[in-house]
């Protein structure tokens, strides 16, 4: 067998630490910083913290944006020339909805991996506060029928076809193009299914909340977060959140249902925000005297048909349905994690951690079940995003993804001996994104 066909040998990735700026509610302190302002305050915060200013520091940067205006074509390129990296470094853009960030931190690693990087960051952004106005559709087709025009007459007759009601701007939804139901409304359909109650998602709630602010009195984010226009906190965080106080909110989603239970307080609100994660090989963190948090694992990708199963109730009869307890929009996690788990030979209880991600608390409940449903032993609640997760935090969708990571290594390295942690991200399209870090 000749060289070129042998395998290749793979290095362990290791992640060396993360900064974001804290994340800001829709149209507030960030209304007017835009996709690459943020990114390149988080990237420049992870360069400052970690020396990656010389030429040649970073291999590649990998980031990316689910609300992208025209402007923010090249997005991970342009971040890195307005930052303080060298301009040399190469980068590209990578979309995945809210499974982005995750899927930036896999794209880096499988070349760190090969040995074709020795270091690389990835990362994402987004606002919901500049989100971007698309022409009026009926406009658009009578502006290119006008340029299209071979006279003057003509294209002046095509021009007259404008109405008032064409200056209206798209304004982009939080809607399933197959489906036109919010995201909102799809967790809806899957908390009936599975029968998720009203006080549980308000239960995990305000444990988000509590535990993200007992990280952040203890210190716990000093070197994760940077501060960005006058904050230096999450601004969702609301250390006061309560049972009783959440059990005052009125539902939101899934109104035309019977006992309707997904409120404001406990769905994740419309976030602006940045996050990054620096990764490496082992050889390079220790050139540099950096000590590895934690090592990315294992790494698994899930869709799952909620076109024709969370429409239709959760994917079958009775709470939950299917084989893995229906194809509802955000469930794609339900089949990815006992797939990486069966390959890594591992089951729940060998995990000390696990951060699912919060887009609702409903999503995280319906989650939980689904894996039990499937074998899996139940997840102690006491391992569950130990330091808060996306409903006390706010959810910026491409840079979730580099937060957990960043986040759930930390935790990891703050303990004594081996420990492993898992990463569950639900996303839209009904895809899931998972993975395993663990710490030697």
Same mark, same amino acid.
């Given at each position: 067998?000749?060289?070129?066909?042998?395998?290749?040998?793979?290095?362990?990735?290791?992640?060396?630490?993360?900064?974001?700026?804290?994340?800001?509610?829709?149209?507030?302190?960030?209304?007017?910083?835009?996709?690459?302002?943020?990114?390149?305050?988080?990237?420049?915060?992870?360069?400052?913290?970690?020396?990656? /200013?010389?030429?040649?520091?970073?291999?590649?940067?990998?980031?990316?944006?689910?609300?992208?205006?025209?402007?923010?074509?090249?997005?991970?390129?342009?971040?890195?020339?307005?930052?303080?990296?060298?301009?040399?470094?190469?980068?590209?853009?990578?979309?995945?909805?809210?499974?982005?960030?995750?899927?930036?931190?896999?794209?880096?690693?499988?070349?760190?991996?090969?040995?074709?990087?020795?270091?690389?960051?990835?990362?994402?952004?987004?606002?919901?506060?500049?989100?971007?106005?698309?022409?009026?559709?009926?406009?658009?087709?009578?502006?290119?029928?006008?340029?299209?025009?071979?006279?003057?007459?003509?294209?002046?007759?095509?021009?007259?076809?404008?109405?008032?009601?064409?200056?209206?701007?798209?304004?982009?939804?939080?809607?399933?193009?197959?489906?036109?139901?919010?995201?909102?409304?799809?967790?809806?359909?899957?908390?009936?299914?599975?029968?998720?109650?009203?006080?549980?998602?308000?239960?995990?709630?305000?444990?988000?909340?509590?535990?993200?602010?007992?990280?952040?009195?203890?210190?716990?984010?000093?070197?994760?977060?940077?501060?960005?226009?006058?904050?230096?906190?999450?601004?969702?965080?609301?250390?006061?959140?309560?049972?009783?106080?959440?059990?005052?909110?009125?539902?939101?989603?899934?109104?035309?249902?019977?006992?309707?239970?997904?409120?404001?307080?406990?769905?994740?609100?419309?976030?602006?925000?940045?996050?990054?994660?620096?990764?490496?090989?082992?050889?390079?963190?220790?050139?540099?005297?950096?000590?590895?948090?934690?090592?990315?694992?294992?790494?698994?990708?899930?869709?799952?048909?909620?076109?024709?199963?969370?429409?239709?109730?959760?994917?079958?009869?009775?709470?939950?349905?299917?084989?893995?307890?229906?194809?509802?929009?955000?469930?794609?996690?339900?089949?990815?994690?006992?797939?990486?788990?069966?390959?890594?030979?591992?089951?729940?209880?060998?995990?000390?951690?696990?951060?699912?991600?919060?887009?609702?608390?409903?999503?995280?409940?319906?989650?939980?079940?689904?894996?039990?449903?499937?074998?899996? =032993?139940?997840?102690? /609640?006491?391992?569950?995003?130990?330091?808060?997760?996306?409903? =006390?935090?706010?959810?910026?969708?491409?840079?979730?993804?580099?937060?957990?990571?960043?986040?759930?290594?930390?935790?990891?390295?703050?303990?004594?001996?081996?420990?492993?942690?898992?990463?569950?991200?639900?996303?839209?399209?009904?895809?899931?994104?998972?993975?395993?870090?663990?710490?030697?």
């Amino acid at each position: 067998m000749s060289d070129s066909l042998q395998p290749p040998v793979t290095r362990r990735v290791a992640v060396v630490g993360g900064t974001r700026i804290p994340f800001a509610r829709s149209d507030g302190p960030y209304a007017t910083a835009s996709n690459q302002e943020m990114l390149t305050a988080a990237l420049d915060g992870l360069a400052e913290r970690y020396g990656l /200013r010389e030429p040649g520091a970073v291999g590649e940067f990998v980031a990316g944006a689910v609300l992208k205006h025209s402007r923010d074509f090249n997005l991970a390129r342009e971040t890195v020339l307005g930052s303080g990296l060298d301009a040399r470094t190469p980068a590209y853009d990578i979309q995945q909805a809210c499974g982005t960030g995750l899927q930036a931190v896999i794209a880096v690693a499988n070349k760190i991996m090969l040995g074709q990087l020795e270091s690389g960051v990835a990362g994402g952004a987004d606002t919901a506060s500049d989100a971007p106005l698309a022409l009026n559709d009926r406009l658009r087709r009578i502006l290119l029928e006008a340029r299209r025009a071979k006279s003057p007459g003509a294209r002046l007759k095509a021009l007259t076809k404008v109405r008032p009601s064409h200056l209206v701007p798209d304004v982009p939804r939080n809607a399933e193009p197959r489906t036109r139901l919010s995201m909102g409304e799809h967790a809806a359909v899957t908390a009936r299914a599975w029968g998720i109650g009203r006080e549980a998602q308000d239960e995990l709630a305000a444990a988000s909340h509590r535990k993200l602010a007992a990280a952040y009195e203890r210190g716990f984010f000093q070197d994760l977060v940077v501060p960005f226009r006058g904050l230096e906190r999450d601004q969702n965080l609301r250390p006061g959140s309560t049972v009783e106080k959440l059990a005052t909110l009125k539902p939101v989603f899934g109104l035309d249902g019977p006992n309707p239970t997904m409120t404001a307080g406990n769905s994740t609100p419309l976030t602006d925000g940045a996050a990054t994660v620096l990764l490496a090989s082992e050889e390079w963190a220790r050139a540099r005297g950096l000590k590895p948090l934690a090592y990315l694992t294992a790494y698994e990708t899930a869709a799952v048909d909620f076109v024709h199963g969370d429409v239709t109730g959760g994917g079958g009869e009775g709470a939950g349905g299917g084989d893995a307890g229906g194809d509802g929009l955000l469930m794609a996690p339900a089949y990815a994690v006992p797939r990486m788990l069966e390959r890594a030979g591992l089951g729940i209880e060998d995990f000390d951690l696990v951060e699912i991600h919060e887009a609702f608390a409903s999503q995280v409940l319906a989650t939980l079940a689904a894996w039990e449903k499937q074998g899996l =032993a139940p997840v102690d /609640r006491d391992r569950l995003n130990v330091a808060g997760s996306s409903l =006390a935090t706010g959810h910026p969708f491409a840079a979730t993804g580099a937060r957990v990571v960043a986040t759930l290594a930390k935790l990891l390295a703050e303990r004594e001996g081996p420990a492993r942690g898992l990463i569950s991200v639900c996303a839209a399209g009904g895809q899931g994104v998972t993975a395993i870090l663990e710490k030697a």
